[in-house]
């Protein structure tokens, strides 16, 4: 069993940077391909990035790429969304979430451990 625990959002005026961190226990972290969703208010959640388990590729929504950078440490059992040029509309839930296999999957349900979530909130 997997346990992540989010940290590092708050709140950043429009145009500032953020850096999401998400540890992870309990699993084989290298193993895992990472990723990291979003959920705005009254919205569905939706897929923002993903990292396959050794970090040779990843994949990422169009309305982040380009400001928005996802990295791991596997060192440190750790995966990081760095978000840069940030916009009233990024402002969500943002959720860390682990799955096995080598696709950096866009979809929720192929993932199988998800955190509790971190706010982030981008004032305009």
């Known amino acids: 069993q997997v346990q992540l625990v989010e940290s590092g959002g708050g709140l950043v005026q429009a145009g500032g940077s953020l850096r999401l961190s998400c540890a992870a226990s309990g699993g084989t972290f290298s193993s895992y391909t990472m990723g990291w969703f979003r959920q705005a208010p009254g919205k569905e959640r939706e897929f923002a990035a993903a990292?396959?388990?050794?970090?040779?590729?990843?994949s990422y929504a169009d309305s982040v790429k380009g400001r928005f950078t996802i990295s791991r440490d596997n060192a440190k059992n750790t995966v990081f969304l760095q978000m840069n040029s940030l916009k009233p509309e990024d402002t969500a839930v943002y959720y860390c979430?682990?799955?096995?296999?080598?696709?950096?999957?866009?979809?929720?349900?192929?993932?199988?451990?998800w955190g509790q979530g971190t706010q982030v909130t981008v004032s305009s």
């Open positions: 990292i396959i388990y050794n970090g040779a590729r990843t």
């Open positions: 979430a682990a799955r096995g296999g080598t696709l950096a999957s866009s979809v929720q349900n192929d993932y199988n451990y």
